[in-house]
């Protein structure tokens, strides 16, 4: 038996409930992990609220997708991992097939990534959905290049901060957006070349005067909604929106005709693209791996809650206040 986050309707982090659940064996292509953190990402509290992307097939419904933690055995056909290996859990699975909101829990083995050496459990549980998602979209799919201006929304976020250090890591110019003054302090230390409070200045016209007119090459919005109205304003003509996110919780309009701009290039971004890839998640765990043992990225934790405390954890991850990543820690489970 092991403790288990499950919920059984959806709604607010209440629905969050602890329980004791049998846990199986690893089967062909499956690892049992023992989790001793686990990263919160803003897609499991959608995804708790009914309103992610895919919905759970039925309830009770398991949750999570991004931990930390020590094999304990390997299922049948599984090479390259073996028990008492320290790894890290990443998101490329759906929730309706694995979860990790749990103190062991049986993942695929390609969701499973060798923790590098000095690499604690908490940072191992904090470090890849933000940096494969900033790496997928800009470097993967976008081609950012040195002196490449890239506009980053909800900055502060752990996807924001990881933008910004693999955009200075690149060459290229973050120029970071978070809604007041308050947190521009903190992002300038994290890396940012200029901050823009969107509540207090208009970010288009601020973003074009950086650039001298051009606008920037990229756009990447974890916000989405009527916003990109303007946020499209401020990308180059032959410039990428990237739409990784969905904070405004509102309809996103397609604004190129609207402002004229036709071939405005505006998609959206999956971290699975790069995650289901095995091409592209070998060639961003080099890029990851390697900025972690130079220093050039450092992943943020805002703050640690206790497993047991899942319910406030959420809490806190929608009241948007954090700076970095929110993780769970997982005492070692009773024997």
């Not at 288990?4 to 969050?16: A, C, I, K, Q, S």
């Not at 509290?45 to 992307?53: D, E, S, V």
């Not at 996110?245 to 971290?271: E, I, K």
Request: overall charge negative; glycine content about 10%; cysteine-free.
């Amino acid at each position: 038996m092991a403790k288990t986050v499950r919920f059984h309707e959806y709604g607010d982090p209440e629905v969050l409930v602890v329980e004791d659940l049998p846990v199986g064996e690893p089967g062909p292509g499956e690892v049992l992990v023992r989790i001793e953190a686990i990263g919160l990402n803003r897609a499991e509290a959608l995804y708790r609220r009914g309103h992610y992307i895919e919905r759970p097939r039925a309830f009770p419904a398991r949750i999570g997708a991004e931990a930390a933690g020590v094999i304990e055995s390997v299922g049948p056909d599984v090479t390259g991992l073996e028990a008492g290996q320290a790894v890290s859990v990443i998101p490329s699975f759906s929730m309706n097939d694995y979860a990790v909101y749990a103190e062991r829990a049986v993942v695929p083995a390609f969701a499973v990534l060798a923790r590098p050496e000095g690499l604690d459990a908490v940072t191992g549980a904090a470090v890849w959905m933000p940096y494969l998602t900033a790496y997928g979209a800009l470097a993967q799919v976008g081609g950012m290049r040195p002196g490449d201006a890239v506009v980053i929304t909800a900055a502060s976020s752990s996807v924001g901060l990881a933008a910004i250090q693999i955009a200075n890591r690149m060459g290229a110019v973050p120029i970071a957006t978070t809604r007041t003054g308050a947190k521009a302090d903190a992002l300038r230390e994290a890396g940012a070349a200029e901050v823009i409070a969107t509540d207090e200045e208009p970010l288009a016209d601020r973003v074009l005067d950086l650039t001298g007119g051009k606008g920037a090459r990229f756009a990447f919005d974890a916000v989405a909604g009527p916003g990109v109205t303007d946020l499209a304003r401020a990308v180059a003509s032959d410039g990428t929106l990237f739409l990784y996110g969905a904070l405004s919780g509102q309809p996103t309009p397609y604004p190129g005709f609207d402002l004229g701009m036709p071939a405005l290039n505006m998609r959206t971004f999956l971290v699975h693209e790069t995650t289901r890839s095995r091409r592209r998640l070998r060639e961003a765990e080099a890029f990851v791996v390697s900025g972690l043992r130079s220093g050039a990225f450092a992943p943020r934790i805002d703050r640690t809650f206790a497993l047991d405390d899942i319910a406030e954890a959420h809490r806190y991850l929608e009241r948007g206040d954090q700076i970095g990543k929110i993780v769970a820690t997982v005492p070692e489970p009773r024997a």
